[in-house]
């Protein structure tokens, strides 16, 4: 079964406006890290925002918050007025604590940004 | 800066020619991991290390090996490349808490003919 699903392929969005990216995960552990990555077609991988399992407060950096819903198992990246540079993939990712610190990864939303 | 660097970004080899990918970090983690990145299939670990010493295989390991004498140094080593082994690789580096990112390097874009 797949441990993080992002449903969205691909999303278009205007500049200066508001997008979200969705991000449901599955894991039995208590203890975990959710984690959103930026890849431009340059191919780094950026680290934009975190949120832990136990935190209360959806975490944000910036124009990034991360709207976090525990009991839906949801952590959605939302980026506010969009900027034609925050055209690229984005990939959810998690951490789980019994698992050796791996990272894994959803599939990735490709944003495009519109001017 | 803080930062992970990986050598070389890009290189094309041919099939059998024994080469590694160097990855250094300098913000002292204790964890380090290589990914290869496919399209169709994401980010995969390949191996990773919760210290020096210390390493263990990811979801890939097949025809890769790593080592890990210093904490700042974990380099993968393909010790007969096969045409399968054509990707993008990260390195990356974190804290050992599940709670902490992982830093990546800027990626080496393997090609092997």
């Known amino acids: 079964a797949q441990k993080i699903t992002q449903t969205q392929p691909g999303m278009f969005v205007q500049e200066k406006e508001a997008v979200t990216l969705d991000c449901t995960y599955d894991?039995?552990?208590?203890?975990?890290?959710l984690f959103w990555y930026k890849q431009p077609s340059s191919g780094e991988m950026i680290f934009l925002i975190y949120?832990?399992?136990?935190?209360?407060q959806n975490a944000t950096e910036g124009r990034y918050s991360l709207n976090f819903q525990k009991a839906r198992k949801s952590a959605n990246l939302v980026i506010s007025a969009s900027q034609l540079g925050d055209s690229a993939m984005y990939f959810c990712a998690m951490r789980e604590y019994n698992q050796g610190g791996k990272l894994i990864f959803g599939q990735g939303t490709e944003l495009s940004v519109k001017p | 800066e803080a930062q992970v660097t990986q050598n070389p970004r890009y290189l094309i080899t041919v099939t059998g020619k024994k080469l590694t990918v160097t990855c250094s970090q300098n913000?002292?983690?204790?964890?380090m991991s290589w990914y290869r990145q496919d399209p169709g299939l994401g980010l995969r670990q390949i191996y990773y290390s919760m210290n020096v010493e210390v390493t263990d295989k990811g979801d890939v390991p097949e025809g890769y090996k790593v080592s890990r004498k210093e904490k700042r140094n974990f380099p993968l080593i393909l010790e007969s490349p096969s045409p399968n082994q054509t990707s993008l690789y990260f390195c990356?580096?974190?804290?050992?808490?599940?709670?902490?990112?992982?830093?990546f390097g800027d990626g080496t874009r393997l090609s092997i003919l």
């Open positions: 990356a580096s974190s804290l050992s808490s599940a709670f902490q990112p992982q830093h």
């Open positions: 949120q832990g399992s136990y935190d209360e």
């Open positions: 913000m002292n983690h204790e964890y």
């Open positions: 894991t039995s552990d208590q203890s975990y890290g």
